[in-house]
């Protein structure tokens, strides 16, 4: 018998060993090769990166506190190579700043590509964390909280436009409102004014323009699922099947969008205007090296991107809280009507300001306790363990291992937040002494940490305390039915059912 006829028999008989034996050296090595098979999780997870793709596929990213519960350990084995900490203390070293634990693999899904498939490094998907601070230094003064006051006619101006047609639409026909759209609509328009003084038309139109709110919500799914798995965004997107989708995709509309609003604003004689994209063309003259006509567009698009629905989810929560305990709303009315009846007569119709929330504290603890039960990012916000590993929660982790924390499950820790720290109950940010308020601030991850720490967050709360008082001090809001409103777990948890009757009220200086 020829070496040939010896070989082919040979592969006949034993072609499903030959097969398998790989991929059984496969798992066993993502077992065992990673040097965290001490850590407890489920036992498909430490094999194959794939089972977290399902778990996020089938949006089970909230239950992972129950999984720590469930293995009772700090440490959650989530991947071969992937580890969830849920103690909070743990936040301050992964998110830290010394040393900078570099944005994982799983940030390349939302990296941007030009038309010839080269990577962009934008603000909040690089990885280089070089670049990055580059990046961050000429902008970072636009979202101050000293330059939060000039943002407020924009804020206004959108918060008016709502109040025109969910009047129009809702009040004055008696229709249901599905307020969740409604306040996608608003965080969209409102960043658009925000960004380039111009709303993208989905209020005035009452409609999902080009699908532009579709598509982002899209792209944040895709980040949670495929994400997981960077090699495969790698194949679809960046590399091979992604040359061919991309001649055949047409600009989004959204880019169209920002690359009218930046060609309007560069021949514009009015360079007053208090928006974002003023401020990053005054920065241009100081760092024209970085703030280029490409940059220009990746700065304003990730505004869109990063600020639209992550404040609708806020606001959403926000109110389904408020209309859900009546206890609260009947706190934060009262402040809201002390706060009015302390205005003079000619500022009475003014909208409410940043200034008189803030002088509203339960209103206050309100907020901070429904962004810290129900944040927007409902998975692992994903690190990379640095040069030499560590030790966390008494346990060596080698570098390059991928690891962090999610709100979800940091935010219901009992030591730090209390007993009941599941439930909600505003109370606990003003009964908790100094020290344990300092504690629960330092543990808030709502918007992340260190130096990529959310650079939008002191707009969020601009937009979130202007926009609810304002809407209950004009309508009076009842949920038709608050088992309706139901949450979709991805990277972002996404509220929909939120249905309202919208009535107007008069709220002012006698009442
Ligand atoms: C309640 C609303 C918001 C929440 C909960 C939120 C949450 C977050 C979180 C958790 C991160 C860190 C993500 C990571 O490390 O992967 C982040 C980053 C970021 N956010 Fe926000 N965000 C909100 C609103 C906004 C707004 C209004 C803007 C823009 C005006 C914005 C712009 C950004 C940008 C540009 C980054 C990347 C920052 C960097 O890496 O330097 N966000 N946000």
Redesign the pocket.
Known sequence: MGLLTQAFLFLRENWIFLILAPIAFHLLYNKYGHGLSKIPGPFWASTSDIWLLVHYTRRRGLTERQMHEKYNSPLLRLGPNTVSVSDPEAIRVIYGWKPVFK?SRL?ISQQVTTEHGNVLGT??STRDEDW?SKL?RPVANA?ALSTLVEYEPLVDSTTRTFVREVTERFVKTGEECPLSDWLQMYAFDI?GE?TFSKRFGFLESGKDLNNMMYHTGRAMDYIGVIGQIPMLDEYLRLKGFGHILRKLRKTNAQMKFTVAQIGEHITSKDKSRPDFLSRFLQAREKYPGIMTDGQLAMYTN??VG??SD??A??LREIIYRLLTHPGSKQRFMSELRTVLQERNAEDADLPVTWAESHKMPYFQDFVREC?RLC???GQI?PRDVPEGGLTLCGQYLPEGTVVGCNAWTVHRDEEVFGPGASEFRPERWAEASLEKRRNMDNSFF???GG???????N??ML??NKFVPEIFRRFEVEIVDPNRYHRLPGWLVVQKGLDVVLKERKMGLSS
Request: aromatic fraction near 8%; glycine fraction near 8%; charged fraction near 15%.
């Open positions: 944005k940030y603000l909040s990055h961050r979202y960043i925000l990730t505004n990063a600020g992550t404040t989810i806020a962004l944040p927007a990012l916000i709502t918007f992340g130096p990529r720490v959310c650079i939008g967050k707009i969020a937009e979130i």
